[in-house]
């Protein structure tokens, strides 16, 4: 039998992880890094990304990125290969941003800008890595950061919610038409997650209000989401492709 602790490990692997800059990626590179991967750290502050980079020292380089840009993302996968030799066998789709407004007060800009980094940008870098993957006659795996906005309503993030559920949907088809290439595609659907962004909300009446919708009465932290990115990410998840893990403490399931 495959000593269980082994299925997790990425050593040998090169992680690519996008919007690195921000606390939840900061966490997944982290992560992966401490198992084993190599790790490029994309996103457009490079300020932050380099102090991750020496944080993490040996096996992370940061590499500046703007997901909305082909040119960018090829790029960012050229830097990644010059560095450690390879194709990123692992790609975190990381990066996204919300806008939050009422739908009728929504612009188009605010549509357009949403969907251009959620949607359009993580198609961009799972594809462009996926063909290089596919080139080099390599597996690998490509995780995409949903949300359980993806499979129920948030107030006031229209263009967030539909965003999460396309890439769901594109995560499917890219499950399906990649595994005969050894390429395995899954979902991360966190729920409520605190970082320093969100924490003075979730500390108000109405933040709190929120929480005691969440079946387990409390907010996920980023180490809630290492067990299930290391899953989807390493060989302990071989068997799965194509699938939306939902992290969120039952919120998804509660009807209130």
Known sequence: MTDPMKLFSLQGATALVTGASGALGAHFA????????????????VDALEALAEELGERARAVPLDVTDSTAVARAYDAAEAA???PCDVIVNNAGIAVTR?????????????????LRGCFLVATEGAR?????KRGGAIVNIASIGALRILQGVAGYTASKAGLVQLTKQMAV???RHGIRVNALCPGYVETPINREFFASEAGQAVVRRVPQRRLGQ???????????????????????????????????
């Open 84 to 86: 450690f030799g390879a």
């Open 177 to 179: 038409e990649l595994a």
């Open 132 to 136: 290089r993957l596919v080139a080099a």
């Open 30 to 45: 982290r992560v992966l890094h401490a198992v084993g991967a190599s790790v490029v750290l994309a996103a457009r502050r």
């Open 222 to 256: 980023p180490e809630d989401l290492t067990g299930p990115l290391l899953l989807l990410a390493s060989p302990a998840g071989a068997h799965m492709t194509g699938a939306a893990l939902v992290v969120d403490g039952g919120h998804s399931v509660n009807p209130l």
């Open 102 to 118: 009422p739908v009728l007060q929504q612009t188009e800009a605010d549509w357009d800008g949403v969907l251009d980094v959620n």
